[in-house]
């Protein structure tokens, strides 16, 4: 079992930055593919970035590319998630996972607002 605790959210201005953090306690997360996805109100839950611990071959959603950084910190056994030159539209729940085969854990996800 695998728990996932994110932390970094919070309301931060157009242009701005944020950092997600996402620790992970119960398993290493070696071998798993990680990710984020975000939800916004009203919206289905959307796939922002993943990346498997390797570091090898990373994917990320178009709209974010250029913006939003994935890692892994294998020592932590952290994910992170920099978010540079925020937007209004970058409002939602931000959510990691952790993917092993078809078994999938989730955090309990972590508001980021961004005013503008």
């Known amino acids: 079992q695998v728990e996932l605790v994110e932390s970094g959210g919070g309301l931060v201005q157009a242009g701005g930055s944020l950092k997600l953090s996402c620790a992970a306690s119960g398993h290493t997360l070696k071998d798993y593919t990680l990710g984020w996805f975000r939800q916004a109100p009203g919206k289905e839950r959307e796939f922002l970035a993943s990346e498997p611990w390797s570091g090898v071959a990373t994917y990320y959603l178009d709209s974010i590319k250029g913006r939003f950084t994935i890692s892994v910190d294998n020592a932590k056994n952290s994910i992170f998630l920099q978010m540079n030159n925020l937007k209004p539209e970058d409002t939602a729940v931000y959510y990691c996972?952790?993917?092993?085969?078809?078994?999938?854990?989730w955090g309990q996800g972590t508001q980021v607002t961004v005013s503008s």
């Open positions: 996972v952790a993917r092993y085969d078809t078994t999938e854990y």
